[in-house]
Structures are given as C-alpha cells and as structure tokens.
C-alpha cells in the first residue's frame, strides 16, 4: 500500500510544507538537496493512526465485552447470594417453627411454648446458615424415605 501521491515534504531548515516539486523553500529560500527535504507520508501517518484507533477501539469493546461478562456474572454471583439469603431467612423460619413444636412436644405446652423459643431461635440461627446442606440432606432423607416405603 505504497502511495506517494499524498507525501508531505517538508522543509528541514524552517519545516514550511513544500507546495510545489521545487529545489528551493518557499519559506527560508534555501537551495534543498534531497536530504534537506522531510518526506512524510501523510496518508500512511494516518492510515497508522486510524488503524491505532481501531485497534483501541477494538480492544475497548472487547474491554467492554469483558466488563459485560463479568456484570453478567456478578449479577449471578447477586442472584446466587439474594437464593441464599432467601433460602436463609425461609429455612430459619422453618427450623424456627419445627424446633419450637419440638420444644412443646418434649417438655410440654407451659414451658415449650414459654422457653421453647429461645433455643429455636438459636437453633435456626446457626441451622439457616447451612441450609443449602440441611436441604440437600433432607431431600436425600426423602429419596431413602421414598425407597424404605416403596420396597417394604
Ligand atoms: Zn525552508
């Protein structure tokens, strides 16, 4: 891609444009031998540049892209963290209440339902911080369940 129809010569001396083909500056009226003339090649300079440009611009959509990517992927990392938290607050609920009946079968309405509250917080607490495993486990425990009735 060699094109010598848009070369800038400049002169050395003072850096006037040389507008015409001739020997002497315009400018400073000093004879130019060959090196005295700058050649600059004006569409290459800004063939580069645009290519440069490109290329950033490129490269800055695909940084675009990237950070896309990743708000997608955080906004998953938020979903995962907002299930869990839900499934948090839901299964503490659930332990909550089943630890509380608990509490009032085993030690009788006046004190389950008086004192049976405190542990079943607690309980649901520190249970609802594992609930991914409680609900693994109690699902394996209805599969076995499922099992132990289908094959009796
Ligand atoms: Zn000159």
New binding site residues.
Partial sequence: MESTATLKRL??????L?KNASME??????K?EYA?IIRVEEKDVDCVEREETTEHDRLSDNHNSDSKTKDVQSEKHIDLGDLYFKGRFISGIIIFVVSWIYAVIHYGLFIGIGLGWIPSLVIAFIGSFIWPLLAVLLLLFLIALGIIVFFK
Avoid: I, P, T, V
């Fill in positions: 002169c050395r001396h003072c850096g006037a040389l500056c315009w400018f400073c009226h000093k130019l005295d």
